[in-house]
């Protein structure tokens, strides 16, 4: 076994965990789930079958990663955050045949108890503060809060606010790495550095 896990977790046989991966206390993990490397599995989280979670993702206490899910490399699901995969759910009514995927792309911050409404994508490096309800696609590297979510800002991949306009143009730097960022037309980009 190349990753680690809590003898209170449950490991259903067939899912794939890639190496490096911590699995903490009452963690169950559904067989068809796929989870990469080095990632971290707080205590008390579902993974469903139909998930795949990429490296190095981090998932902290109470999150229920449910089916129809993608969190890609680098992802952050603070703790007790939720994932829907039904859009109008009834008890009466069976609705798995309607799920709605939900794509986190890589480098997403999803803050503490924060809900992503399903059929939604998360981009890149996006930060998504405590408690906000996202019930829309998301930018990447943008700052969203409240219910429902706005968006107030950018963030660096540094996860540091960036001084820039909600709209419109702009440069700016990241306070600790110094990367620049650039807005046009509505979107931020970050600028590579030359040799």
């Not at 259903?12 to 993990?29: C, F, K, L, N, S």
């Amino acid at each position: 076994m190349s990753y680690t896990a809590h003898p209170s977790a449950i490991i259903d046989e067939g899912a794939q965990i890639g190496e490096g991966t911590r699995i903490w206390h009452w963690v169950h993990v559904s067989p068809q789930a796929r989870i990469g490397k080095g990632c971290s599995l707080g205590q008390n989280v579902y993974v469903g079958n139909d998930v795949e979670i990429g490296n190095n993702v981090k998932i902290q206490n109470n999150v229920s990663v449910y089916d129809a899910v993608t969190l890609e490399d680098d992802v952050f699901c603070g703790p007790s955050m939720v994932f829907t995969n039904v859009y109008n759910p009834r008890s009466a009514v069976a609705r798995k045949n309607e799920y709605r995927r939900t794509l986190i792309r890589q480098g997403a911050t999803l803050g503490a108890n924060c809900t992503i409404v399903c059929g939604n994508t998360i981009g890149r490096y996006a930060f998504v503060g405590a408690g906000a309800v996202v019930n829309k696609d998301v930018l990447d590297y943008a700052l969203m809060v409240g219910v429902p979510a706005r968006h107030i800002g950018w963030m660096s991949e540094f996860g540091e606010q960036l001084d820039l306009p909600v709209n419109g143009s702009g440069e700016a730097n990241c306070q600790h790495t110094a990367t620049r960022y650039v807005l046009t037309d509505g979107r931020v980009e970050k600028m590579e550095r030359r040799p």
